[in-house]
């Protein structure tokens, strides 16, 4: 995770247009938590991306999940 990213465990807003936001669900997954906030994080107030940068076509965004993410959440740690 990015060390300027500030991710926080508690019920708030979330900044989905933030550089920093998928090491901050990253993070948020990791650690199971069930709700965050970007309250604390310098990039809260972003208002846009750029697509580009984040390889979206169009509208659409896409994020891909690892394995182990999956496994978690289905209960199946194993493997």
Do not use: T
């Not at 500030?6 to 900044?15: A, D, L, Q, Y």
């Not at 936001?21 to 809260?44: G, I, K, M, T």
């Not at 940068?53 to 394995?67: M, Q, R, V």
Request: proline fraction near 5%; charge should be negative.
């Amino acid at each position: 995770m990015d060390l300027n990213a500030k991710p926080i465990r508690k019920r708030g807003e979330r900044n989905i247009y933030c550089p920093l936001y998928s090491d901050c669900l990253d993070y948020a997954v990791n650690h199971f938590w069930q709700y965050w906030s970007c309250s604390e994080c310098p990039y809260r107030n972003i208002k846009s991306i750029n697509e580009l940068e984040y390889g979206a076509d169009g509208d659409e965004l896409s994020y891909e999940f690892s394995p182990d993410i999956i496994r978690k959440i289905g209960g199946n740690e194993s493997g």
